[in-house]
């Protein structure tokens, strides 16, 4: 089946949408196959797309064409395993795992769009339609999963993978299937299958409540301010946009701030209304977890029960135990140690850096405690007495089309040759969605770049990278990704401005939609970003480096209305706060990265009644809970580990980072922005998907393991004995 198909059936990312606990799963292979096909006339999913790059054809998807293809397409991929599970040949390579990575091409066109959307565009019958199909298609993959004349067959070929002719990659797919089935249940009772198929379509009803609400909850409880005056601080750009979006709510003559995802809301930073701070921050920190219909903290405490009874039917300790097995950390030991190491320091440093902060109010006789809604203004203001620098002046010379065009795609040109034509003739799902083809150095079309930039009340929190298309040689695709922000749209006329933060978030996904466009291997199970969860960051980070890199901020970083470049001092004074605010940064991230750890190492029988008091029980034994710096997530609106991919998984960015930093100091010790070295990064791990060990690829490339000094004098967690 297709990598985007089984990555969405076979594996926890799968789904993230869920349903009404009692609707019964379907048997998809009982559906009336011709009653489905004649509702399909006209069904756009029917078919492969004819759009180039066999890109989905926006212009013709209705929310109708879901709920059809759905059913047809789980009633082909369910012949097409039975066919394969029934094959009365003996079993080969051939016949059983590449048939597999062949089956269920419809289900995969609509999966992958579906779930894209309900992400990036959601609206009622979508969310409607999430509910209903998650336990559909959990008893889908679980007929898969658990069918034991496949599993048979898939066995049989692996007991004999030694004797096989397969090539590397082939072994390697070979491998994987085994594991997947094993991991996913395949070796259990049929009694325990069963126990199993119902934990699953509990999980996956349960994870779409939880994104569904965290939604909701963020929309509903965005800020509404009755005059301009209390918006002191921001800019008049940024006034304006709130001013649209209260209007856009039937609210004209109001102001209205939107909730983001994390914790920490960015214009905590410019507000200087304490009270005003405050309701931003409480709104922020109360999201799901104060009653009312969008309240997450049941639904977090039955998620992390269920995943630990699942985890221990299928032999393991904890959920966390499950998960870590399977990526390059392999045990939660070397998860907590790594965490457990690096938090005093952080929480030291965040510290010291509170005292200058209580510091800078006393002088101005403030006559308060710092509180959460205060860091941000109040680093700012620290940032700019000791560096004559803070983050607004850096705005006007980061407009949206600069940075995009003139600094993240000149920098993939110069490190890898490609180039970048947009392409205006193809159809979007939202206006403000551009498209670009991009072609590689030898001139020849590769992929296809789709920049979904701006915020929407329908498009779920945060940034990310997905697929429409996976590069493979088995079907001879080419890649369709794209790359989700959330920047707030100024008004009609208006530049988009960006912050440092958004400059640097628009090249790391740049850095996930580089490793689904080189990709460059056979079997879709491994392409693109088909690696474990705590590598996938990895070639993500690394390309944050080229945001600030001289040659590349010269070109895009023009004043937007004098066309100016930014003044040298200027980026000198950015690069001297480089460790600034890190005891903050790294902080908050640790405590969720602990605090998912510590709901997903609980046994079933360690489950807590009360999801808030084991919150700040966790963050306590710990030893991050320090007031001033929350979590980056609370437990009720951490959608990253119980509706996305993230369970016991959040440690994987700071996990990545330590890779990350090693390969920045080795393109600095080589030279920096070059073609060369650009290309070593492709060769060596950008094209190599899953196709080979990740930490082998990262050895290849490297020459040797990560070393982790580079990322602790990064964080400032360790003196740089070199500094002058």
């Not at 959990?138 to 599993?151: G, S, W």
């Not at 190491?341 to 902060?357: D, F, I, R, T």
């Not at 530049?495 to 080189?518: I, K, Q």
Request: glycine share 6%; with cysteine; charged share 20%.
């Amino acid at each position: 089946m297709s990598k985007s198909l089984f990555m969405l059936l076979c594996s926890s990312l799968a789904i993230h949408t869920s349903l009404a606990a009692d609707t019964p799963p379907a048997n998809p292979a009982k559906i009336d196959g011709a009653m489905v096909r004649s509702a399909f006339a006209g069904n756009p999913f029917y078919a492969a797309s004819t759009l180039a790059y066999e890109m989905p054809a926006f212009d013709k998807i209705q929310d109708a064409h879901y709920a059809p293809a759905f059913a047809e397409g789980m009633r082909q991929h369910a012949a097409e395993i039975n066919a394969i599970a029934d094959n009365t040949a003996k079993p080969t390579f051939e016949n059983t795992i590449v048939a597999m990575e062949r089956s269920g091409q419809l289900l995969g066109r609509v999966s992958t769009v579906f779930f894209n959307m309900a992400s990036a565009n959601t609206n009622p019958a979508i969310e409607a339609l999430s509910r209903d199909l998650a336990p559909k298609l959990a008893a889908h993959r679980d007929a898969i999963n658990l069918n034991a004349k496949l599993f048979a067959r898939v066995n049989e070929i692996y007991n004999q993978r030694m004797q096989l002719a397969l090539d590397a990659e082939s072994r390697r797919l070979l491998e994987r299937y085994y594991t997947d089935f094993v991991r996913a249940g395949a070796k259990l009772s049929d009694a325990d299958k069963i126990k199993l198929k119902s934990l699953n379509a509990e999980l996956a009803s349960l994870g779409t409540t939880f994104s569904q609400n965290v939604l909701k909850e963020t929309n509903a409880s965005a800020l509404i301010v009755d005059t301009k005056a209390e918006l002191k601080g921001l800019s008049d750009s940024e006034i304006a946009s709130t001013a649209e979006a209260a209007k856009a709510r039937g609210l004209p003559g109001k102001y209205l701030i939107a909730l983001m995802n994390t914790t920490g809301q960015p214009y905590e930073a410019r507000l200087s209304n304490r009270a005003l701070r405050q309701r931003l921050h409480e709104a922020s920190v109360e999201r799901s977890n104060h009653g009312g219909e969008f309240d997450n903290r049941e639904v977090a405490i039955n998620l992390a029960k269920l995943r630990a009874e699942r985890a221990v039917l299928l032999g393991y300790a904890n959920h966390a135990a499950y998960q870590l097995e399977d990526a390059t950390a392999k045990t939660t030991d070397a998860v907590n140690k790594m965490l457990r190491e690096l938090a005093p320091a952080a929480v030291a440093n965040a510290k010291k850096e509170a005292a200058e902060m209580q510091k800078l109010i006393d002088v101005k006789k403030g006559g308060f405690k710092l509180a959460a809604w205060d860091w941000s203004f109040y680093s700012e203001q620290v940032r700019k007495a000791q560096y004559s620098f803070d983050d607004s002046q850096l705005r006007p010379y980061f407009e949206l089309d600069n940075v995009l065009q003139k600094g993240v795609f000149f920098a993939a040109t110069q490190l890898y040759g490609i180039t970048f034509k947009e392409r205006k003739d193809l159809p979007v799902y939202n206006p403000t969605v551009r498209v670009f083809e991009v072609f590689d150095a030898d001139g020849k079309p590769m992929a296809l770049f789709l920049a979904d930039m701006y915020a929407r009340d329908n498009k779920r929190g945060g940034a990310w990278m997905n697929a429409y298309v996976q590069q493979s040689g088995l079907f001879a695709q080419r890649p369709v990704v794209a790359n989700h922000l959330n920047i707030p749209q100024p008004p009609a006329g208006q530049p988009t401005l960006l912050t440092y933060d958004e400059v640097r978030t628009a090249f790391h996904e740049f850095g996930h939609a580089l490793h689904g466009m080189f990709s460059n291997v056979r079997y879709p199970r491994f392409s693109g970003t088909s690696v474990p969860r705590d590598f996938v960051e990895y070639p993500s980070q690394v390309n944050e480096m080229w945001a600030v890199w001289p040659e590349i901020l010269k070109n895009y970083a023009h004043h937007y209305q004098t066309g100016q470049e930014m003044p040298p001092e200027l980026l000198a004074k950015l690069s001297a706060t480089a460790k600034f605010n890190q005891g903050f940064a790294t902080t908050e991230y640790l405590a969720a990265s602990l605090l998912d750890q510590r709901w997903h190492q609980l046994t079933p029988a360690q489950i807590p009644a009360d999801a808030l008091a084991f919150e700040a029980n966790a963050l306590k034994q710990a030893g991050v809970d320090f007031a001033p710096v929350p979590p980056r997530y609370r437990s009720t609106y951490f959608s990253h580990i119980f509706a996305g991919g993230y369970s016991a998984g959040y440690y994987a960015y700071l996990w990545s980072e330590v890779l990350d930093a090693d390969t920045v100091d080795w393109f600095k010790e080589n030279g920096g922005l070059s073609r060369k070295n650009g290309d070593w990064f492709r060769q060596q791990l950008l094209s190599r998907g899953g196709s080979v060990d990740a930490m082998e690829s990262f050895r290849n490339f490297r020459g040797r393991d990560a070393q982790i000094e580079p990322l602790l004098l990064r964080r400032g967690l360790k003196a740089d004995t070199n500094a002058k």
